[in-house]
């Protein structure tokens, strides 16, 4: 495909390649695109047909576009940004630097800027900063036959023409109604008459991630947005709130493993960003562990007496941590998708005390089990006596019931006091389960070895 | 709402109870519903207003409409699995202990059991498990004006009406045609003018997250599935994407927590589902840690010269590990979204070597600093060397180092021999850093403090 474009661009057949192009789909043609180096961009682009070029460039990547708008004319900018639906045109510009922000406001008509900014002065991660503004709207005194009529003459450049809203003089929302609706209903029936008038909505504050959990239980196609005189100022579509349940996906992800969040995908985030996005947590957890050292140290003689309980640090907490941040990642991902709620400590830490005394049991039979067999018995490792295997043994079985409790607490107990759960997740209570098991590993030691 | 409608139901005023509820969006029903003891359901369901009762028994949780389908005539039984749409009919039969399966298929009529029984067959994850067979279908000599009363006919109990299949007599998808392009059309075009014949399908035996993929991509309401020889046999909708991409996210975090994915929600799941979900891991990372107690062991002598060293093991083991998950766990995700290739190998690792030679400084100069200024100067810990500081802060810059190399490595060559990457997340990829941590560590030690 590349080559082809390639040589027949080269052979100057822009006519071939246009009529190559707008057999596909604009996405894929973004893809292909993608596979040119930058500055063959805006020839690439230009050759696309008027009618999908906007399609394609909604597709690309925050890099490409920027070139792309670089090599623009003020007037191709104002057309591009008049074509965009809205909330594309948002996202796109929230992606760019400053300047190139300047430029496309500037140069757009001052309808469409106004509208931009409005959008754009919503709080982020808002419902009223992914809303469009391209929506059907309705009055309940047509007809059926009048309201597709009205569809079939505004319907082309709205963002969806499945679900349209009913408003009334004051453009407060008092209804829906859906194409299905209207499609199935007989011709000269009202508006009012086909209307659902119980309308789910959301306001223009609410968090967009609970705008995407109603449209995915609910199962709609959209979500109007209203303002706090309730009247209607845009909606959310289901690809935007399927963008949102990735994005929320990625970000408990990022924490979970210790990085703050970054929309932007990794290959295209610089080496200085992914720095700062990892680096306050590696120094928090390194500092932090200043306390399982300063434990060991006051355990020193112990250890001295007895080298051997040594090589069992790593072990028990490794074990520890992976006991810990298996309950408390399973609690912070159903938090964050509500199935969990404050309400359900008590039912989450039984079901976990009972796991973890499974698991615990079972970790602490088997290394038992290996310490006599193997090391003992086959290896004739003197230092393993009956005493030593039965600390440890005793330890894990006790680490592991800790770590899954603090584990599944944690995270609810911050959602509590209002801290993101997601932070509290497996790094951070690693660090305090590493701790927890050497203080119960020194002490079981000490007291059963008598050391 | 609960109270009001236990109370009615006491004074046997069914019919309020039935005009509240037939207020109240499904959806929300079956949460009101949840709040009520199990024995309360088959009084309440019945309660329903007929035409809801299905889209409510659809929202209800596995166990709930386990209770039903007991309490259910199998005439009931019938009514109700005829009502469903196939794709809910099959998830909630998948769900659904063999007994209970048995009496379904057997109560439901020959047509709908074997339509079940066709989905049913297809492999689990694959397009056909998840689609629908209700869909639109057209003819491509139909003018608009006969496909809008074909829809109005049979519109009503199909899934979605806004994308409609044009086939040829023998099944074969020739073409899609929107909802909007018939509205937006001329009523005596024929569909064959107006639908699009570049079409984007799915195969039965496409992985279903390729298909949620594709719908998101292109932001598709719903994607065609067709047969070898091209037949169209069924549609996924944008409501099952979403909750294939929601799956897929549950899973890799499940693995990369080292749990075996599992599909139910924690809360409904048994302890002993739970136990058997986590302790496979936790049983090979503890015999896996055996290693860096090995590791240990080979250095007893030089621990017992220089016993401040044990002091450091956790918060080397702690900040390698961390920073070995912060890479994995990145590249892991973009892989299973696509965003990294198998052939960016070379670039991510290059990424990471960069990365994590900013972190390993920066990390080291801050140990070194603590170490030097609190511990041996604020504290004067004798035992807080210069070389000891010195061999501390290199240890965690090369750990660091390495952590991330082997972090960002490892999944992306699992992906390649076939493994799934996420299998090669976190706490796998700790124990490999432990043990290189340790080894860094006695080595540069010994050399420094020549042990």
Redesign the interface.
């Known amino acids: 495909m590349v080559e082809t474009i390639t040589s027949l661009i080269k052979s100057k057949q822009y006519i071939e390649v246009r009529k190559m192009l707008s ?3 604009p ?1 894929d043609i973004a893809t292909i695109f993608s596979e040119f180096s930058e500055d063959m961009l805006p020839i690439l682009f230009r050759i696309l047909p008027k009618d999908i070029a906007t399609d394609v460039f909604v597709e690309m990547s925050g890099s490409e576009q920027q070139t792309l708008i670089k090599s623009f004319s003020d007037f191709e900018l104002k057309i591009m940004f008049e074509d965009l639906f809205l909330d594309d045109a948002v996202d796109i510009i929230e992606e760019m630097p400053a300047n190139v922000v300047k430029r496309i406001l500037s140069s757009s008509s001052p309808e469409v800027r106004s509208q931009i900014n409005s959008i754009l002065n919503y709080p982020k991660d808002s419902a009223g900063s992914i809303m469009t503004i391209e929506y059907v709207s309705l009055k309940k005194h047509m007809t059926v036959e009048q309201a ?1 009529n009205h ?2 003459k505004t ?2 450049d709205k963002e969806t ?2 679900t349209c809203y009913v408003t009334d003089p004051s453009r407060i929302l008092i209804g829906i109604v859906t ?2 609706a209207l ?2 209903a007989d011709r000269d029936a009202t508006v009012e008459e086909v209307m659902e008038t ?1 309308v ?1 909505y959301a306001n223009t504050l609410d968090d967009k991630e609970e705008v995407a959990k109603t449209i ?4 709609f ?1 959209a979500l109007p947005v209203v303002d706090k005189e309730k009247r209607l100022v845009g909606i959310v579509t ?2 935007d ?2 963008e949102v ?2 994005e929320e ?2 970000e ?3 924490k ?4 703050t969040p970054n929309e932007k ?3 295209e985030s610089s ?2 960003s ?2 700062k996005a ?2 306050p ?3 928090l ?3 932090s ?2 306390v ?3 434990i ?2 006051s355990f ?1 003689s112990a ?2 007496a007895c ?2 309980l ?6 028990l ?3 520890g ?3 810990g ?2 309950a ?4 912070i ?2 938090l964050s ?1 509500g ?2 709620k404050l309400s ?1 400590i008590f ?2 830490q039984w ?1 976990e005390l ?2 973890s005394m ?2 615990g049991i ?2 602490g039979v ?2 038992f089990a ?1 310490l006599m067999v193997f090391d003992s018995l086959l290896f004739g490792n003197q230092a393993i006596t009956l005493n030593v295997a039965i600390a440890v043994s005793l330890t ?1 079985c006790l680490t ?1 019931i800790l770590a899954k409790l603090v584990g599944c607490s944690l995270p609810i107990i911050a959602q509590r006091l209002g801290f993101d759960p997601a932070v509290m997740a ?2 951070f209570i ?2 305090v389960v ?1 701790a927890l098991s ?1 203080i119960v590993f020194f002490t079981i030691a000490s007291s059963i070895l008598n050391l």
Request: charged share 20%; glycine share 4%; with cysteine.
């Open positions: 057999e596909i789909n996405a597709f569809i079939k319907g082309v023409i499945y194409a299905k499609l199935l119980n789910i995915d239980k609910y199962g196609l289901v690809d709130a399927i349940i990735q996906a990625e408990d992800i990022s979970m493993a210790a990085i995908p990794y290959l080496v200085f992914i720095w990892r680096i947590w590696l120094l957890l390194m500092i562990a200043t399982t050292g300063a060991i140290a020193e250890l001295a080298a051997v040594t090589t069992f640090i790593p072990m907490m490794g074990t941590g992976n006991s941040s298996q408390s990642v399973t609690v991902r159903e998708l199935e969990v359900d039912r989450v079901k009972r796991v499974l698991c079972t970790l088997v290394e290996k894990i592991v497996s790094p690693t660090t590493d050497l």
